[in-house]
């Protein structure tokens, strides 16, 4: 069993950055990849970011593109979303997900995801 704990969410203006972190409660965790999710209130869970188990391969969703990096440090059972020129529209709970297939390439569906934290408010205002 493997539990992720998210942290790092907060209240921003439009423009600001802010640095999500996931820690993860397993040393398997630098075996597998991590995914990062946002669900906006009445919208459906969507993927943000993925990354493989190195670090080394990255995959995102269009929509944060170039304002979105997703890291992570083995060394600390840690995965980080780094979030650049917040928008409004970035208003969500985000969430970090355990991948566990060694799957290629990165799992951007929430079904392909095995372990999930609890999530992190994060809100932009204009």
């Known amino acids: 069993q493997v539990q992720l704990v998210e942290s790092g969410g907060g209240s921003v203006q439009a423009g600001g950055s802010l640095r999500l972190s996931c820690a993860a409660s397993s040393r398997a965790f630098s075996s597998y990849a991590m995914g990062w999710f946002r669900q906006a209130p009445g919208k459906e869970r969507e993927f943000v970011a993925a990354?493989?188990?190195?670090?080394?391969?990255?995959d995102y969703a269009d929509s944060v593109k170039g304002r979105f990096t997703i890291s992570r440090d083995n060394a600390k059972n840690t995965v980080y979303l780094q979030i650049d020129n917040l928008k409004p529209e970035d208003t969500a709970i985000y969430y970090c997900?355990?991948?566990?297939?060694?799957?290629?390439?990165?799992?951007?569906?929430?079904?392909?995801?095995?372990?999930w934290g609890q999530g992190t408010q994060v809100t932009v205002s204009s």
């Open positions: 997900a355990l991948d566990q297939s060694l799957r290629v390439p990165l799992a951007t569906m929430t079904s392909m995801y095995n372990y």
């Open positions: 990354i493989n188990w190195s670090g080394g391969r990255t």
